[in-house]
């Protein structure tokens, strides 16, 4: 079956195709990081209003480079939750007006169990049962995966999650829009141990995080400080590290508990690179192995969309048909199991 795959939780538009047989045919995203970068952060209506603009485009794009028509879709799968009430709207109602108008079943798709499957999609992908890290801007959670739509809740933060630190951080050292990935590549140029800054809940023996009090540490640090670009380089290096180290010990501890030998990691934060070579390591000390999504499918994205909605169809989730539905901008990922 042939599974179109759309995403507009928040800032990205994604669209793809994803074949039961064949596998991934194609996908495409448009960033919005320039429409809101003006603003220093996402902008709700500016994000729905684009996600608009973008659909049908994207929807014609992928098409064509996966030569397929619209006769060949057998269902559609699209972002319901969690996410931004108006962007999932736009998502959600293209694509119950497309898969009510095609006749073919509409899925809808938590957005943190596309992101937990998306490693699946590697050519060496794990299998069940893993443990699980959704490292994003908006979420930080270690889970128990076993099987699609059977997942246990281990750990989460408390307060922001790890990209969110980074974003917010990086506002403070003046570093724009998006914050983190500026952060992480002014980081590959500091001088480590220079700045020294809390472990938040490293030693706490539970799977929970926090960030809220690293990112006040570096609130201190600067405040009536004019720091020059040697200074905020250390201050990231040091930075990024102390989130590493929790991250990184937090998921091992939680191989160690649920005595599973695999990690999958997701979300945006899994494409720092900082984080992945600690992991790695950190991983071949208990000989247990480390999986990721390819780095393009980190960020948010369709295929994804497309991969859980074509696996949930696969375990018989049911679907709608009536044009009738709803979108959650919270949604506790395990009552979205089954």
């Known amino acids: 079956m042939l599974v179109l795959g759309i995403e507009s939780s928040c800032d990205e538009t994604g669209v793809a195709l994803y074949h039961a047989e064949r596998g991934l045919l194609a996908h495409a995203v448009h960033s919005q990081v320039d429409l809101h970068e003006a603003y220093g952060g996402v902008v709700p209506e500016l994000a729905s209003r684009d996600h608009i603009r973008r659909l049908a485009p994207l929807l014609r794009k992928v098409m064509a480079e996966a030569g397929a028509g619209l006769d060949e879709i057998g269902a559609v799968a699209y972002t319901a939750g969690p996410g931004l009430a108006g962007a999932l709207l736009v998502g959600a109602s293209f694509a119950e007006s497309l898969a009510f108008s095609l006749r073919v079943p509409a899925l809808p798709v938590h957005h943190l169990e596309g992101h937990l499957l998306s490693p699946l999609l590697s050519t060496d992908p794990p299998h069940f049962p893993f443990v699980a890290l959704l490292a994003s801007g908006g979420h930080t959670q270690l889970m128990r995966v076993s099987a699609v739509g059977q997942y246990e809740l281990l750990g989460e933060t408390l307060d922001d999650a790890a990209g969110e630190a980074f974003d917010k951080t990086a506002k403070l050292l003046g570093l724009g829009y998006p914050g983190g990935p500026q952060l992480a590549r002014l980081a590959e140029a500091g001088r480590p141990g220079r700045y020294k800054l809390p472990r ?139």
């Open 200 to 338: 938040p809940m490293i030693y706490s023996g539970d799977l929970d995080f926090s960030f809220s009090g690293l990112k006040t540490a570096v609130l201190t640090l600067v405040r009536g400080q004019a720091l020059g670009e040697t200074d905020r380089a250390d201050l990231c290096v040091d930075f990024q590290a102390a989130i590493v180290d929790v991250l990184v010990a937090k998921s091992l501890l939680a191989l160690k508990q649920t005595g599973l030998q695999q990690l999958v990691v997701a979300g945006g934060v899994g494409a720092n690179r900082a984080l992945r070579a600690a992991l790695d390591a950190g991983a071949a000390k208990i000989r247990a192995r480390v999986f990721y999504p390819e780095l393009e499918l980190c960020t948010d994205n369709g295929a994804m969309i497309a991969f859980a909605g074509a696996m949930r169809l696969a375990a018989g989730a049911k679907t709608g048909r009536d044009g009738v539905f709803s979108v959650r901008p919270r949604w506790d990922l395990q009552l979205a199991g089954g």
